[in-house]
């Protein structure tokens, strides 16, 4: 059951959480609500009309529950994006023609025992009464007929073509199929067929096969533009494939190929590589190198504290992601989803930043879409997103650079939802840092070898960078050189960091 507090609260992610019951419509009283995350729980009944009266509210994300009934009528729903509303078989959307108040008008019957048939009384005469009679129904009874015919020979059809469609797929290569689409390796000579493309070194073909893809054995992690599976390609090397899950707002394959082309030149220590991509229509995977490491999010929010990371470690993680962002941007690419479940760890620890440019892959994709499918980073999200005045720069992946920072050294969520509460912990840390009592914000599994006197400057440097304000955030290249300045200030001025 779901208990909302009249409290001022902007956001509310609350998705993942097995809640069960119905919304309550309380929710209409929280006026300030702006973004509310409730997906992927098993929340049933209809949606109360409440929501409608909510001024603030631009997301609200519903998808993968079980909610019936129609939505609430308002311009909110009215445009709500159908990725909200998914996986909800009972939902209905007037958009999508599917309205519960549809009613079916009730059918003609004429009943020929029947004394007060309004046939009878048009005419005078009976005996033409009763043939004009018998001629309604005889072409109700014909009409009735062809119909349920024209039904049956469809049905054989599709049966037919679905049995010869799945023979085909049985007689390709498991081996170059991925999904449902046949991965052709000359694809100039099939219009229809998938375009699989590979950069660099490495076999185009999969020892796992398409069903890999649909493995959830095989699935590494979901976010706001898709799902990632581990598959192994030919000559045994393992890769990431991301399956995206917004094919409806690319809007060309011309243009989703020279973006995929251009990322593909980045290389850099710090980001991972993209090695290749799987084009069709209604299918786009991207494919990545597969680091062993898993992610940073893990490490801070899910190990144990035998296995947490060391103060080394997170410093290192911390100026290795810093280069990665600031080599990317000298590109001129923007990263637009920057947390941790997004910086990756190879077999040595070394960070890499990954999803990146996935933005540029989506020509259609406004502010409005583009913060929607990013709202898993509830915390990380720059508040220009909010404004459509403020242009979107590379400093939003600043601010988000600034969250991570402290989160590495906190070991704390950036947003964390308490019973009655809600707390932010960029405000949480900016508190402390005033009230002079940072080490009560530290990670205390950093309580061994912690240097105070690194950790303090960092900690402010992150604060910087989460201010609300982008022209009071430091570019990539100087967070870059205080960073180094910190770890080796016996070769550099000492670090003032307001």
């Given at each position: ?280 229509s209604s299918l786009q995977l991207l ?191 100087e967070v870059v050189n205080i960073l ?15």
């Open positions: 059951m779901i208990q909302f507090f009249p409290h001022h609260k902007a956001l509310r992610d609350l998705s993942n959480n097995n809640i069960t019951g119905s919304i309550p419509s309380t929710i209409g009283n929280l006026a300030s609500l702006q973004v509310v995350d409730l997906s992927k729980n098993k929340l049933n009944g209809t949606l109360p009309v409440e929501l409608s009266n909510l001024p603030s509210l631009h997301i609200f994300d519903i998808s993968h529950n079980l909610l019936s009934g129609d939505l609430p009528n308002s311009h909110f729903f009215d445009s709500i994006p159908e990725t909200f509303l998914s996986d909800n078989s009972g939902l209905c959307s007037s958009r999508n023609n599917n309205s519960c108040n549809t009613v079916m008008p009730k059918p003609i019957v004429l009943n020929p025992n029947s004394s007060s048939n309004p046939l009878s009384q048009a005419t005078p005469t009976a005996p033409s009464n009763m043939h004009h009679k018998k001629i309604i129904l005889s072409v109700s009874t014909l009409i009735a007929i062809a119909g349920g015919a024209t039904i049956i020979i469809g049905v054989i059809i599709i049966s037919v073509l679905n049995r010869r469609a799945r023979a085909a797929t049985s007689r390709s290569s498991p081996a170059t199929a991925l999904s449902d689409d046949y991965v052709s390796q000359s694809p100039e000579n099939d219009a229809s067929s998938g375009k699989l493309v590979m950069f660099g070194k490495g076999s185009p073909e999969f020892s796992a096969g398409g069903h890999a893809l649909l493995n959830k054995d095989c699935e590494l992690g979901r976010g706001g533009f898709g799902a990632v599976y581990k598959t192994v390609l030919r000559d045994g090397q393992p890769v990431a494939i991301k399956k995206l899950t917004v094919s409806s707002l690319v809007k060309s394959k011309d243009d989703f190929e020279r973006q995929v082309k251009l990322l593909s030149k980045v290389r850099h220590h710090n980001v991972v590589a993209l090695r290749g991509f799987y084009w069709t494919i990545y190198d597969y680091l062993p490491g898993g992610n940073l999010h893990k490490h801070l929010h899910e190990c144990r504290e035998e296995n947490s990371l060391s103060w080394m470690e997170r410093f290192d993680i911390i100026i290795g992601v810093a280069r990665g962002l600031t080599y990317l941007h000298q590109r001129g690419i923007i990263h637009y989803n920057l947390k941790s479940s997004n910086v990756l760890l190879d077999g040595n620890g070394e960070p890499r930043v990954g999803d990146y440019g996935l933005a540029k892959l989506l020509p259609m994709l406004d502010r409005y879409v583009l913060s929607s499918k990013i709202q898993s980073a509830l915390g990380y999200m720059a508040p220009e997103f909010a404004c459509k005045t403020v242009k979107i720069t590379e400093k939003c992946d600043v601010y988000g650079f600034g969250v991570l920072v402290l989160e590495v050294l906190t070991g704390r969520r950036p947003v964390e939802y308490l019973e009655d509460d809600v707390v932010v912990l960029c405000d949480l840390v900016r508190s402390a840092l005033e009230e002079g009592r940072v080490e009560d914000c530290m990670d205390p599994r950093l309580c061994v070898g912690f240097p105070m006197e690194e950790a303090l400057p960092i900690i402010k440097l992150g604060l910087v960078c989460t201010s609300q304000v982008p022209s009071n955030r430091p570019d990539m290249v180094e300045l910190v770890r080796s200030p016996q070769d550099s001025p000492e670090v003032e960091l307001a």
